[in-house]
């Protein structure tokens, strides 16, 4: 059975640039998390996506936005893309809602932003 | 923030058992303690996850203190493929609002060949 799967797996973008980062989960979850790990800062909790519904984001701008299709593939957009926002970004995902499942994370997108 | 404390490194000599200690004193009755791990650069791999009762799966076995103040991630045979930043999480399972999972600093496990 396949795991997480994220693309790409590298980036290199320049300040001001946009950026689409995907995330297929493991087949039967529905629920799609999204986390940043940014050198110095660990991981940090971005958005979670559960049937195509945004519900919970973490302390980050509005400029990082993301959404969760039919099949429960998810991307994530970042907008004006800042120095500081040159991290690992991490997608998990879990069977569905309930807060017990465990969540199984794909290998990250790096993203540098120079 | 994270609600766990742990050591920031720790050592251990290859096939030699490695325990992971975790204090987390401030532990609801509802909430889990959960393991993760991450090799340098790769996505955080689940452990194992425990309530109030010890735990054993292929890879590690979970004590909990009585008290469920504190617990130890013990892996039996550490290999040099060990050598991760090991997290502990607690997390509320049932009813959770957010479902996000707060990671801590972590402990860096050295398995020294």
Redesign the interface.
Known sequence: EAG?TQSPTHLIKTRGQQVTLRCSPISGHT?V?W?QQALGL????LL?YDEGEE??R?NFPPRFSGRQFPNYSSELNVNALELEDSA?Y?C?S?LG????N???????T?LSVL | DAKTTQPTSMDCAEGRAANLPCNHSTISGNE?V?WYRQIH??????II?GLKNNETNEMASLIITEDRKSSTLILPHATLRDTAVY?CIV???????????????GTLLAVQP
């Open positions: 997480v629920s998390y986390y660990g991981l940090q909790f979670w519900r919970n973490g690992l991490l998990a879990s809602r309930i807060a017990k465990i969540q199984y994370f794909g290998a990250g790096r | 889990y959960y650069s790769q996505g955080p791999q689940y996850h997290y997390r509320v399972r049932e009813g959770g609002a957010t479902n996000k999972l707060i990671f801590g600093t």
